[in-house]
């Protein structure tokens, strides 16, 4: 029987999953909103993929007669992924299988801790973005890595990269999830905040300008991320390594537009909880300066505000 996959959330990485799943398993793609069933791939080779997808609103869901899910991923931003699975919690059994699919390190400790069933972490490269509510353009191929906090659901973490390799997803399972969902956390916070709140595409940040404050950025991470245990990249020495890395990303990314700016330029809400959140409370919990990710993050906070507010 096949086994089927909820997607909660469809953005651009909830879409470009249940197009890539959807031949191999039994597909929901569940939003807020209504969404035409008929759905648009653009792949990387810039082929045009039609594809009829299983569409529902959160409302829909108690009278759709799904059946029971293998695996719910929820695929919103970082801030509201638990509101998204409290509005499903009422139509799923507790023990269904999570996984979370988010940047930065805030809804993953909190519904694992919460949520009875095994939760899964997912950290991925793949890019994609929207094209509308009836398309998604998968603009390059990344590697997923899988796994949970606790290191507790290898074999379940293990039939799901299998089933979404199968389906091109590239995916392995890992059993040092929480080291790479940290390490992605730190370039995102020596990129994401400066370029959001300077409204300039990632290669900008070699220049004088910036460059002095990613350093500083670097700085204040490396030592908050020994504090936490989370290895340097590549095997090498602290701050350099991060160094090395974020200034690498800068490079491979020059013509970016960062998810934060594109946050920032829609007016929608950001993820900087997710991002210098974890920072920050970790600096404050092993007493490590954090004043450079502090200040960043209230200058967002207040760009954030100024936009919010108005709406
Ligand atoms: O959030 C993003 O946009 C990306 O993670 C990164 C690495 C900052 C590149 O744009």
Redesign the pocket.
């Known amino acids: 029987m096949l086994t089927t996959h909820w997607i909660l959330g469809p953005g651009a990485i909830g879409r470009l999953l249940a197009h890539s799943l959807e031949p191999y398993a039994k597909v929901a793609l569940i939003g807020r909103r209504a969404l035409p069933g008929q759905q648009m791939l653009t792949t990387p080779e810039g082929e045009r993929r039609a594809q009829r997808l299983n569409t529902l609103t959160v409302d829909q869901l108690g009278a759709a007669g799904l059946p029971a899910p293998g695996f719910i991923h929820i695929t919103t931003k970082a801030m509201a992924a638990e509101a998204a699975l409290e509005s499903i919690s009422k139509v799923i059994p507790s023990t269904s299988p999570l996984v979370l699919w988010q940047?930065g390190f805030l809804a993953q400790p909190r519904i694992t801790e919460s949520w009875p069933g095994p939760v899964l972490c997912a950290t991925t490269t793949q890019g994609a973005y929207l094209s509308g509510d009836d398309g998604v353009v998968h603009a390059g191929r990344g590697q997923t890595f899988i796994g949970d906090l606790r290191d507790q659901h290898r074999s379940v973490s293990e039939a799901l990269a299998e089933t979404l390799t199968k389906a091109g997803f590239t995916a392995t399972a890992v059993d040092d999830i929480r080291q790479r969902l940290w390490q992605?956390l730190a370039?995102?916070a020596a990129?994401?905040p400066l370029?959001a709140l300077h409204g300039v595409r990632?290669g900008e940040l070699r220049g004088a300008r910036y460059s002095g404050r990613v350093e500083s950025v670097i700085n204040q991470v490396a030592m908050i991320l020994q504090a936490e245990g989370i290895q340097p990249p590549n095997a090498g020495q602290s701050e350099d390594a991060w160094r090395a890395l974020v200034w690498q990303?800068v490079d491979n990314?020059a013509s970016?537009?960062?998810?934060?700016?594109?946050d920032v330029e829609a007016n929608r809400p950001t993820e900087r909880e997710a991002i210098l959140g974890p920072l920050i409370e970790s600096a404050q919990h092993h007493g490590l300066p954090c004043e450079v990710l502090q200040a960043l993050d209230a200058e967002i906070a207040a760009l954030e505000a100024s936009y919010l507010s108005a709406r």
């Open positions: 940047n992605k370039v995102n990129i994401n370029v990632n990303v990314t970016n537009k960062a998810s934060m700016l594109q």
